[in-house]
C-alpha cells in the first residue's frame, strides 16, 4: 500500500486514503499466518478442555477440574506427552542456514502429505508453504486441490479470498468468503473477511450486517470496530464512524488506517484541530510502518525470517496430527515451532490446549505467560490464565487474573461465566456474584445462565430473586433437569 502520496494530502480533499481502501487480504506473510491460524483453530477446538476459556472456542468453563475433551476418533491425549516443560519466550533456535530450513519446511509437509495423503488440511499446508515462499500460482493450485479433497475446507476457501484480495481482485474475494461463510458460520474472522471484500466492492450496508455477524462471535474485535468506521464513512454518517474509529484506537497496536479514517472523519465534521491531530499521528505511525515493511521485504531471504515460516509450518502439522490422535508428534512440531519463533502465538494456543486437556497445568500456565509476554494486552489469555489457576486452586491469583481481563474488556459471556463461578465457589463477594451474574443473562439470556443468577441470588438471601431466575430458566428450557430440580428444592425450602 503505497501512502506517500495521501500522507501529503489533507482529509478534507477527499482522498481515497488507507481507511477508504480496507485491506481484505495482504501480503504473503499474513496469508501464511492466516493459514496457520485458521488450522490451530481446530487443534485448540480438539484439545482445549471444556473448562478453558478460549478465543476459538466458546465453552463452558468452570474452576474445577473435569475430563479432557475427547479427538473426533473419540480418543484423548493422554498425558503427559513429554516429560520436558515448555521452553522459554526468549529461548533461542537451534542455528541453520536460510536452505536448511526452508527444506526442512517443505520436507514437512511432504512427510504430512505422505502419512495423511486424503487430507485436506494436510494438502493446504503445502499450498501455505508456496505461498510463504512468494509462489502464489502453485500456492492456489494446491488450495484448489484441498477442495477437491474436502469441498467443505473452510480454511481453503479463506485462503483463496485472501489471495484474491491481494491481486486486487475484489469481487472473486466476496465470492471466496461468502462461500466460507456458509460452510463455517462460527468459524472467527470469516464474516469480518467477507466485510472487508464488501467495503472494497463499495457495499457499505451489506459490510455492517456481515461486521454484527463477526461481533456476536468476538464481541472484543477492535478490527470489527476499525471496519465499522469505514463503513459508516461510506455512508456520510461520520459521527457513528468516529465513534467506531475511536473504539479501534483501544487496540494494542493502532493501525494506521484506523488514524486516516479518523482523521477524514473529523475533517467531515469540520473538526479541523481534531482531524489535523489524527493526520499528524497517522503519517508518523506510516512511516514507521514503511520503514518496517521496507526492512522486511529486505530481509525476504533472512534466516529469522524463515525460520518464522518453517515455526508456521510446523504448527500447522501439529494440528493435523492432533486431528489424527498422533498428540506426541504434535506436541513436538508445536515445541520447536516455540522456539523458532518467540512471537508466534499459534503453536502455544495449540499448547495451553493440550496441556489444560492432559491435566498439565503448570505447563500451561507457563505458556500462557509466554502469550502474555508476547500480548499483553490480550484479555482472553488472561481469563484463561485464571481459569487455569482457579484449577491449581491459586485462587486469589486467579481472581486478580480474571479481573484484569475485563479491566481490558473482555465482555465474553464465557469470562462471565467463570468469574461468577469462582466467586460462589469461595462463598465471597456474593452480591458481586449476583451483579456479574445478571450481566452475564444480560449478554446471553441462556437456562443454564440464569440457573447461575439463582444461585447467586440464592447465596446472597434473595429468594424471591432466586425463584424468578429460576422460573425464567424453566421458560427457555422446560425439560432442564438441572433447572427443575434446583427449582424442587427451592420450592420445598431446602
Known amino acids: 500500500m503505497n501512502t506517500s502520496a495521501d500522507a501529503n494530502r489533507r482529509p478534507e480533499e477527499g482522498a481515497r486514503g488507507p481507511a477508504d481502501r480496507p485491506r481484505p487480504g495482504g501480503g504473503l506473510r499474513r496469508r501464511l499466518l492466516l493459514a496457520g491460524a485458521a488450522v490451530c483453530l481446530a487443534a485448540a477446538g480438539l484439545l482445549a478442555a471444556k473448562y478453558l476459556y478460549a478465543p476459538w472456542a466458546a465453552r463452558e468453563e468452570t474452576p474445577a477440574p473435569q475430563a479432557a475433551a475427547p479427538s473426533p476418533a473419540g480418543q484423548k491425549p493422554s498425558g503427559p506427552v513429554t516429560p520436558a516443560s515448555p521452553p522459554s519466550v526468549a529461548t533461542p533456535a537451534s542455528p541453520a542456514t536460510v536452505q536448511e530450513l526452508r527444506d526442512e519446511a517443505f520436507a514437512v509437509v511432504r512427510q504430512l502429505m505422505a502419512e495423511f495423503p486424503r487430507s485436506a488440511r494436510a494438502v493446504s499446508c503445502m499450498g501455505s508453504v508456496y505461498a510463504a515462499f512468494k509462489d502464489p500460482d502453485e500456492a492456489e493450485t494446491w488450495w484448489r486441490k484441498a477442495l477437491e479433497l474436502d469441498p467443505t475446507q473452510a480454511d481453503a476457501y479463506v485462503l483463496l479470498a485472501e489471495t484474491a484480495a491481494a491481486r486486487g481482485d475484489f469481487e472473486k474475494a466476496e465470492g471466496l468468503w461468502r462461500k466460507a461463510q456458509e460452510i463455517a458460520p462460527r468459524r472467527p474472522g470469516v464474516h469480518m473477511g467477507y466485510a472487508a471484500a464488501l467495503l472494497a466492492a463499495g457495499k457499505p450496508d451489506e459490510a455492517i450486517e456481515a461486521i454484527h455477524k463477526e461481533l456476536a462471535l468476538s464481541p472484543d474485535n477492535r478490527q470489527c470496530s476499525a471496519l465499522l468506521g469505514t463503513a459508516y464513512s461510506r455512508r456520510k454518517e461520520y459521527e457513528k464512524a468516529v465513534e467506531h474509529y475511536q473504539r479501534a484506537m483501544d487496540a494494542e497496536r493502532v493501525d494506521p488506517a484506523v488514524l486516516y479514517g479518523l482523521a477524514t472523519a473529523h475533517a467531515r465534521l469540520a473538526q479541523k484541530d481534531k482531524a489535523d491531530a489524527c493526520m499528524e499521528k497517522f503519517r508518523a505511525l506510516q512511516a514507521e510502518r514503511d520503514e518496517q515493511a521496507a526492512a522486511l521485504k529486505r530481509m525476504a531471504t533472512d534466516r529469522g525470517w524463515v525460520s518464522q515460516i518453517l515455526a508456521q509450518t510446523l504448527t500447522d502439522a501439529g494440528t493435523v496430527y492432533a486431528e489424527n490422535g498422533k498428540w506426541q508428534r504434535a506436541e513436538a ?58 484449577r491449581l486452586k491459586q485462587f486469589d491469583a486467579a481472581e486478580a487474573a480474571m479481573r484484569k481481563a475485563f479491566d481490558l474488556g473482555l465482555k465474553t459471556p464465557a469470562g462471565h461465566r467463570s468469574l461468577v463461578r469462582l466467586l460462589l465457589s469461595r462463598n465471597r463477594n456474593l452480591p458481586e456474584a449476583r451483579t456479574w451474574a445478571e450481566k452475564l443473562v444480560a449478554l446471553e439470556p441462556s437456562a443454564p445462565n440464569y440457573l447461575l443468577l439463582a444461585q447467586a441470588c440464592h447465596r446472597a438471601g434473595d429468594l424471591p430473586a432466586a425463584r424468578a431466575a429460576l422460573e425464567r430458566a424453566l421458560q427457555l428450557e422446560p425439560d432442564n433437569e438441572n433447572v427443575k430440580k434446583a427449582y424442587r428444592v427451592l420450592q420445598e425450602g431446602k
Do not use: F, K
Not at 333 to 343: E, H
Not at 352 to 374: D, H
Open 333 to 390: 512440531g508445536w515445541r520447536r515451532a516455540s522456539l523458532l519463533d518467540p512471537r508466534n502465538t499459534a503453536c502455544r494456543h495449540s499448547l495451553v490446549g493440550l496441556y489444560s486437556a492432559t491435566g498439565r497445568l503448570p505447563e500451561a500456565v507457563t505458556v500462557c505467560e509466554q502469550l502474555r509476554q508476547i500480548a499483553p494486552r490480550d484479555a482472553a489469555n488472561e481469563m484463561n490464565i485464571g481459569v487455569l489457576l482457579a
